[in-house]
């Protein structure tokens, strides 16, 4: 069975991006495989020890944070790891090219997935361009998922289940299973493992997103309504103005 | 102005895919052309709750629809929007409007921004602005083409009367796949998006009646104390807590409660936290966003006067 894992960056961590007046700091340092990642990387790993099968990791971070996350991954039990340099992958203004430029990459080296997994950090549109480029199944939001392809997708109130038919891309959340720890030694071999690089290259001609510094919230509003009788009116224009009640 | 079009599912066998406040907010939050597309197997049945939205709606009626056949929808929609010019899609904000909207995206060949922070529209283009995670950093995205977006607006109800038009539509064979729901997934208070509770502050029963009042004109559930249910006041299946139910609104209007720790501790993932209570002491205000120390009973008086 061929895999392909497109492994990402813990989404939230708040010392990804600092801000102090107004100027916006980049940390990649903070950067480590994702735990949804980590879990579907987990899934496939189950999936080659029952039916024989190679993992091949994709990375579309860069700097020192995709070899971070490469070598995470290697170290796991990944088969390969490859460095996918193609412009920022969670600008969504550029998703749906960089992933148009990775199915024409995996058409292009007769790449035939079974299954793409990726985890689910965000909700961004890449897993769905993927498969849409490649004219596969695709399936979102998997909290659950067996050795069989049985899987429940959750949504608000409940679930959809089913079974996944292949190829597909499947983004995991991070319940679907606890993944293993890497031990010292494949810690070790891997980060003297070599990292494959690939390179895209997207338009120029490509307005971008910009990253900026959120604006300092004020501080918390309580009114008194003995002192201030118009104090029930400013609470309505306040939760007007912060988007509270429109 | 860039017209928008948001999108709703209205199943009769499965309680997902839609969201009042969100239509509620619709309204006030863009100007311009709007539109609702509703897909849906009863449509007769919803016809009257999207004649009050405020805006011209057109429902994809089909017995055999089902919210387990997303497939369905997305193929409609590209058909819809594939030739149509500058246009902003909106989905709810969560897992199924996030998926159905980044399906689309990628069908389109469009943008997709997931749960967007906040919108500016001008007369040719949209700014976006997202959250990056916990960060201190903000995404912010200039649209001037055809785009998607899933996001979450609470509003008033405008109960103003628009057109609605229900078009027959052909829809592909449903998969295979089931829905399975929650144990307490027919519990409204459980996922609400804006609730206002009542604590004993309110002081007797009856004042419950203006509060529902008040839930109503905000599109909230109501929920209720222990200290409350445990006197009858109200239905003891409303009570927010550690013996209850934990709940994780947009906003929390809490009226007449002090915030005792087994209360707060079903609340504290609300994301925004209103309190009214005569104690400027009491607990809750430590963790409320917004408040008036007063009479929580005047405040809803005039909250009802005023929205």
Do not use: L, R
């Given at each position: 069975m061929k895999i392909a894992l497109i492994a990402k960056a813990e989404a939230d961590n708040p010392k990804t991006y600092t801000s102090h007046k107004n100027k916006v700091t980049y940390h990649p340092e903070n950067l480590f495989l994702s735990e949804e990642d980590k879990s579907a990387l987990e899934f496939a790993l189950q999936l080659t020890e029952l039916k024989k099968g190679t993992i091949d990791v994709f990375t579309f971070e860069q700097n020192e944070a995709a070899e971070r996350i490469l070598h995470e991954a290697l170290a796991m039990g990944a088969t390969t790891a490859t460095k996918v340099s193609a412009?920022?992958?969670?600008d969504p203004l550029l998703q749906n090219q960089i992933a148009s430029e990775f199915v024409h990459y995996l058409k292009e080296n007769n790449e035939n997935y079974d299954l793409i997994l990726t985890g689910?950090?965000?909700?961004?549109?890449f897993p769905a361009a993927i498969a849409t480029g490649l004219g596969i199944s695709f399936y979102d939001y998997v909290s659950m998922i067996d050795t069989s392809l049985n899987y429940e997708m959750k949504l608000e109130k409940g679930k959809i289940t089913g079974q996944c038919v292949l190829p597909a891309v499947i983004a995991t959340l991070d319940s679907i299973n606890v993944p293993r720890l890497a031990s010292f030694t494949s810690l070790s071999t891997a980060i003297n493992s070599s990292i494959n690089n690939v390179s895209f290259k997207t338009s120029d001609e490509g307005v971008t997103s910009e990253i900026v510094a959120k604006p300092v919230k004020n501080e918390k509003a309580i009114f008194n309504l003995d002192q201030d009788p118009k104090a029930t009116q400013k609470l309505v224009e306040i939760l007007k103005q912060n988007g509270m009640l429109r | 102005m860039v017209p928008i079009y948001y999108i709703q599912l209205e199943d009769k066998n499965i309680d997902e895919g839609h969201n009042s406040n969100n239509l509620a907010g619709l309204d006030s939050n863009f100007k311009g052309k709007k539109e609702v597309l509703v897909f849906s197997n009863h449509a007769t049945e919803i016809k009257d709750k999207y004649a009050s939205s405020g805006v011209k709606t057109t429902i994809y009626q089909?017995?055999?629809?089902?919210?387990?056949?997303l497939p369905a929808v997305t193929n409609t929609l590209r058909k819809i929007f594939v030739d149509k010019a500058n246009s902003l899609i909106v989905f709810d904000k969560c897992n199924l409007g996030n998926s159905l909207g980044s399906q689309l995206a990628a069908v389109l060949n469009v943008p997709f921004i997931y749960n967007a922070k906040d919108i500016c529209c001008d007369q040719d283009h949209i700014i976006v602005n997202q959250d990056i995670g916990k960060t201190q950093a903000l995404r912010k995205i200039t649209l001037n083409d055809k785009a998607i977006i899933s996001l979450s607006c609470n509003g008033v109800l405008s109960h103003s009367k628009n057109e609605v038009d229900i078009i027959d539509w052909e829809c592909a064979e449903t998969n295979a796949a089931a829905y399975v729901p929650e144990a307490n997934s027919s519990n409204d208070l459980a996922y609400a998006k804006v609730i206002v509770a009542g604590g004993k502050g309110l002081g007797s029963p009856d004042k419950f009646k203006p509060l529902a009042t008040l839930a109503q004109k905000l599109n909230a559930s109501v929920g209720a104390t222990k200290a409350v249910t445990d006197q009858g006041w109200i239905d003891k299946n409303r009570m927010i807590g550690i013996s209850n139910l934990s709940v994780a609104p947009d906003v929390y209007y809490a009226f007449g409660?002090?915030?005792?720790v087994q209360h707060t501790a079903g609340m504290t993932k609300s994301k925004c936290v209103i309190a009214i209570n005569t104690d400027e002491a009491a607990p809750i205000f430590k963790l409320a966003n917004y408040g008036i120390v007063g009479d929580a009973n005047q405040v809803i008086k005039q909250l009802n006067e005023l929205l």
């Open positions: 412009g920022n992958i969670n689910k950090t965000t909700s961004s549109a | 089909n017995e055999n629809f089902s919210v387990t056949n409660i002090s915030g005792a």
